[in-house]
């Protein structure tokens, strides 16, 4: 295997989303449209997306990273709305979909269109949460986003799966595809509550950081392996463990936690990166594998399936919204208020990705009884044509659309005072337990080292109160915001020293790193404070 197409294709998909994080378009967005054109460049090697890849090996981290980044108490708080999407809607988009691309394409057999919908039913994750963090979207239509996109890919490969048996003539009933999606929905979820205990507890009883972090890598592929095999739902057992550690992440060691973020964010980079230049790239792929379908008859079959996935999504999403709360005076009490913006901003975020894209480009070529499965071709440009409109269309516009509604944003300023005051009542409280331990005769220090212990202490309590207070009139800093300008200052100055230093021979390599280390902890500690 030539691996020097594959570290191009890593190499340039980072390349064009770093380039991203400096224009006004959102990475995924420039990602395919880049990929898109390359498609057709010379030379450029032909990326067939492969599902025995995308599925096992790129889904679960991209899954596990999302998980880890959402808030259980958050999702449980909304897990209405959540499941309604992630699993209500999955299944009315696949009915729906499927049906009225059975009416609309000629010579599409209904089994064969309701694939297509199972397909094209799950939004993507990545997409949606990118632009909507990117925008500051309310916290709740965040969550709502994410909950969906962490669930809905389950119950869409089962969809998938169920509608696939009727289409290549293995036989599926709908008591049968009901045992099917109840066994991979309880399954993945049992599996997953089976192993995230004891995975949480090797990983709070290691005391190597690189072993833990060898071991969070391995994770995501541990649980959707082990979900798989008894034919349960891989994508729920990596959701749920994900959440578990998540939740629980203040109970491991601060080292592994902070090789651990780095780790996971690069590793997400990479392959959020690479999913959506992939799909860019199968234009090329799926246009030639249109066989007897002209392009132009299957670009207006196309905008009609379009359509369809963008309305059906609204037709669910209104409804579920505001008849519960019509039917239930409890739902009412529980829930925030909500007014028509806030379903139109999740109607229009319905972007699909590379998870369809990968169950499309895994129907089989042929049927049970050996013969071609029934316009196949046409179902993947359906698919790609499909992601690709939703991504460009959709996701183009969406931050317009946000803007007209004028959909209120986060509350920075509420945001930060919580956030003071919750470093106000931990800071007491490692005042009071400081004090206690300096009464002891045995953590006796000389009263300069308590006087600084005190002073980190104080300004670390001082700190987030001061980016609610003024501004310096020159540079428009705050004072916490100057502190750590200056510190970083500081620290670069003391790096050059040691340099200076290890080249003069007056110290060796070894105690060079070791001193350069030193100080990347203490401005790694003020950069997370400053993020």
Known sequence: MDALPLVGLIAASAAVAGAARRTPVAAPLLLVAV???????????????????????LLPPLLHTAALDSSYLDLRANIRPVALLSVGYVLFATLAVGYLAYLFVPDLPLTAALVLGAVVAPPDAVAATAIARRLGLPSRITTILQGESLVNDATAITAYKVALAAAIGEGASWAGGLGEFALAALGGIGVGLVLMIPIHWLRTHLREALIQNTLSL???????????????????????????????SSQVDFATRLQEEAVWKMVSFVLESVVFALIGLQLAIVVEGLGEYGVGEALWYAAGVFVTVVVVRFVWVYPATFLPRMASRRIREREPDTTWTAPLIVGWAGMRGVVSLAIAFSIPLTTADGEAFPARNLVLFLTFTTVIGTLVVQGLTLPTLIRAVKLPGRDTYAETLAEAQAQSEASAAAERRLEELLADERNALPQPLADRLRTVLERRRNAVWERLGTVNEVTGESADDTYRRLAREMIAAERDVFV?????????????RTLLRRLDLEEAAAYREEA
Not at 502 to 512: Q, V
């Open 218 to 248: 391995l994770i995501p592929f541990i649980a959707y392996a082990a979900a798989e095999q008894v034919h349960a739902s891989g994508v729920l057992a990596v959701v749920v463990v994900a959440l578990y550690l998540g939740h629980h």
């Open 500 to 512: 200076e230093l290890r080249n003069r021979r007056r110290i060796d390599d070894e105690m060079m």
């Open 35 to 57: 990929g898109l054109i390359a498609s057709y460049v010379p030379g450029v090697p032909d990326f067939h997306l492969d599902p025995d890849i995308v599925l096992p090996l």
